[in-house]
């Protein structure tokens, strides 16, 4: 179907040329929920943001269509895709990685510090100090997952669920550990001057710079700073976070494993209660992914984050039934230029007030 705006053809087309003539991924035919039986195509190797108010067919597009045809092809899920003709370009990636923000974890138990894999290496770091060889402790007894070194009247949470029946359930310091989730005799290791349950209250950043010389807690600490988590405690319960930082751990998790240069990674609105400052941040953590060949596809209403995409794609106009077209795509200059897109009209004066 063509897009909704005629002008799009002649202030677009030659660029949209050039850029089809890049790898893309093409998803021909969209027509599931209120998606008009468009087409779209996503280039490769680029930071490309979806916009569009809400209902205007975004999280259809992206995660009803393209991610749950991701799942069945690479990872044989059973869920099937939106309606579509057909998703062209697979032969471009090896692996599609969806970051949303769904919970990390629904128990206590599970935190920022153990999604991310970084207390595997601050357990082993523990383990080899001179107190914990002479106490007999291994890197399992630092884990507050499995019996051992954890405090077995809270299995480690640091809280014991006290039932009230036809009230909520309320949460009280377990009286054995005091809150702090392991054995004395686990508590008496120290590493650099603070044991495991100091180490779990610290901050990312404070974490990082007493492990700075460990270099495997240090890489994983390094990229949750980088993508704005450095407030947060190591050893926050995963049920606190919110949806925006569930989404930057999971998204931290994912820049501390090897790159192939063959991802299209899928982000459902990162900047989700960031500061502009961590907003910055992200872009660039999210610019080293595109700068490894990778392919970074971002639904999105940050307009400053819009503005230092590489291509937009614009959904619209409007939302429900009057949504589901393309209304524009181009660069953030191009959409601009087109009257129809609610979202060029206010990234134009975006780029007035806040130019480069």
């Known amino acids: 179907m063509p897009p909704l705006n005629s002008d799009l053809d002649s202030r677009q087309g030659t660029y949209l040329a050039a850029a089809l003539q890049r790898q893309t991924i093409s998803i021909r035919g ?12 996503i280039p490769r190797d680029q930071l490309v943001v979806v916009t569009g108010l809400s209902g205007s067919g975004k999280s259809s597009l992206i995660f009803y269509i393209l991610d749950r045809a991701a799942r069945q092809r690479y990872y044989g899920a059973g869920e099937a895709p939106g309606n579509h003709e057909e998703i062209e370009g697979w032969e471009h990636l090896d692996k599609v990685i969806t970051i949303d923000q769904r ?17 595997t290496s601050i357990r082993q770091a523990f383990a080899a100090t001179p107190e914990a060889r002479e106490l007999g402790l291994t890197a399992r007894d630092f884990s507050f997952n499995v019996p051992g070194g954890r405090c077995e009247r809270c299995q480690g949470a640091g809280v014991l669920t006290v039932k009230m029946h036809f009230l ?3 949460e ?5 550990c005091h809150g702090r989730r392991f054995t004395r005799r686990t508590l008496s290791a120290h590493y650099r001057g603070h044991d495991i349950a100091q180490v779990l209250d610290m901050t990312v950043e404070e974490a990082l710079e007493l492990f700075q010389d460990v270099r495997a807690v240090a890489a994983r600490l390094q990229v949750m700073a980088d993508v704005g988590l450095g407030y947060l405690q190591l050893g926050q319960p995963a049920t606190t976070l919110s949806g925006g930082e569930a989404q930057r751990v999971k998204l931290a998790k994912e820049l501390g494993r090897r790159s192939t240069g063959r991802t299209l990674y899928l982000l459902d609105e990162p900047t989700t209660g960031q500061h ?3 907003t910055d941040r992200l872009l660039g953590v999210l610019q080293r992914l595109v700068d490894a ?3 970074v596809l971002v639904v999105e209403h940050n307009l400053d ?3 230092a995409a590489d291509w937009v794609i614009d959904l619209g106009p409007e939302g429900g039934a009057a949504g589901g077209r393309l209304v524009a795509e181009g660069t953030p200059e191009q959409v601009t230029q087109v009257e129809a897109s609610y979202t060029g009209q206010f990234l134009r004066q975006v780029l007035v007030d806040r130019p480069g």
């Not at 009280?172 to 054995?176: A, D, L, M, N």
Request: aromatic share 6%.
């Open 30 to 41: 969209a027509r599931t929920h209120n998606l008009k039986n468009i087409d779209i195509n």
């Open 103 to 119: 919970p990390i974890g629904r128990i206590p138990r599970s935190n920022a510090a153990t999604y991310s894999d970084a207390f």
């Open 168 to 170: 909520p359930d309320v």
């Open 172 to 176: 009280v310091r377990c009286p054995t």
């Open 276 to 278: 502009p400052a961590d």
């Open 293 to 295: 060949g990778n392919s």
């Open 305 to 307: 984050f819009i503005r």
